[in-house]
């Protein structure tokens, strides 16, 4: 099975020139994540293994050069290159980023649909620990008989695996897995959360990370900039 690449290219603010690799953007879609948006997007590529969407910036001298450089990479790893996409132009660098958009919000429509709550990741992983990590993930996902898609920001090793539960047996399991991927998350020296913050429904998952010293030295900084307890009323560090 071949992997799918998307490419777009964005003109250079500064016009310096660069010729060599250097993306402003990397994005990871599993081949489920495609498939799951073909619907919306009938000219995605079908049967990829996945998809990498990337932009890097480019001029007038340095276009050619990166294209060919970008081409010998992608070649190297089994792309398929004939069913890729490649622009240089915004009208359809935009499109592009409307496609990667899309994928979550189709994924909240799944989830209402089915009369759940969506159960998705935001762990991340030093660079060193995240093939393995990754591996791990699609194997306990793959046996769990649950839909899925992963997708995200494969260039900090922070995907996003989104289970999407179909009843509430399949949701408990879902939670299940979701605890299995935080505990391995922590052995791997990463965070349980990368980008969306802790919020009510992780903090049990921040004592297992950081401990009971270091959570309450973060008390202790709360209530020194927040003596009278205004801000985050009812959350870890602030009491009702």
Not at 6 to 11: I, K, P, W
Not at 28 to 47: M, V
Not at 155 to 182: Q, S, W
Request: glycine share 8%; proline share 3%; net charge negative.
């Amino acid at each position: 099975m071949n992997s799918g690449v998307s490419f777009a290219f964005a003109e250079s603010a500064d016009r310096s020139v660069r010729f060599s690799i250097d993306a402003s953007l990397i994005e990871y879609f599993d081949g489920r994540a495609l498939s799951f948006i073909h619907e919306k997007f009938p000219e995605t590529p079908n049967g990829m293994a996945g998809a990498v969407f990337f932009e890097q910036e480019t001029t007038a001298e340095n276009e050619d050069r990166l294209m060919e450089e970008w081409n010998a990479l992608l070649e190297k790893h089994n792309a398929d290159l004939e069913r890729s996409w490649f622009t240089t132009t915004e009208q359809d660098r935009e499109k592009m980023r409307s496609f990667r958009h899309a994928l979550p919000v189709a994924v909240n429509e799944r989830v209402v649909r089915n009369k759940q709550k969506k159960i998705g990741t935001d762990m991340a992983v030093p660079d060193e620990n995240f093939p393995g990590s990754l591996d791990f993930q699609k194997k306990m996902l793959d046996a769990s008989g649950i839909d899925y898609v992963i997708f995200g920001h494969i260039g900090d090793c922070h995907l996003h695996a989104n289970l999407l539960p179909k009843d509430d047996a399949e949701a408990e399991k879902a939670r299940h897995i979701y605890g299995r991927f935080v505990a391995q998350s922590i052995m791997l020296g990463g965070c349980i959360s990368a980008e969306h913050g802790i919020g009510k429904l992780k903090s049990k998952y921040l004592y297992v990370m950081m401990g009971e010293r270091y959570l309450n030295e973060m008390a202790d900084l709360k209530r020194a900039f927040d003596p009278k307890n205004i801000l985050g009323r009812g959350n870890m560090f602030g009491s009702e």
